[in-house]
């Protein structure tokens, strides 16, 4: 049996909501560590689960040495991303702000509040439907 859409999306992005925790999280231990910086992750592209094509692919960088040296990194992860709501730089290169992470934190329980919420509905009118009671 095929997971209906909805509940294929609510999957995708709870999923996608566990992994910006545990990237956030990994932001927040870092906040000293001279040079780090900051992270978050890419959002899910749900096109794909009602027959859409999606977006355009992000083009696939290949680093250089030269590159590299520059200051370049490597790529992080699998959607995983450089942060790029930064309001400010450390001197010694850190670009976490404790109060910008835990902002992200509060976003992600909501989402996830939101998502847990949808999914019991879902379920709720899914037994309705083939006759049990919600």
Not at 30 to 44: H, I, L, M
Not at 76 to 87: C, E, F, P, R
């Amino acid at each position: 049996m095929n997971t209906p859409p909805i509940l294929a999306g609510i999957r995708d992005r709870m999923q996608n909501l566990s992994e910006r925790q545990r990237v956030v999280s990994q932001n927040i231990a870092n906040s000293e560590t001279p040079g780090y910086k900051a992270r978050d992750v890419a959002e899910p592209n749900f096109a794909a689960l009602v027959g859409g094509s999606g977006m355009i692919a992000a083009p696939q960088v290949q680093l250089t040495d030269r590159m590299k040296s520059l200051g370049a990194i490597q790529p992080i992860g699998a959607g995983v991303i450089l942060d790029k709501d930064i309001s400010e730089t450390k001197p010694d290169g850190n670009n976490v702000t404790l109060e910008d992470q835990l902002l992200k934190m509060g976003e992600i329980q909501a989402d996830f509040t939101a998502m847990t919420s949808l999914y019991r509905k879902q379920m709720s009118m899914l037994k309705t439907a083939v006759g049990g009671r919600g």
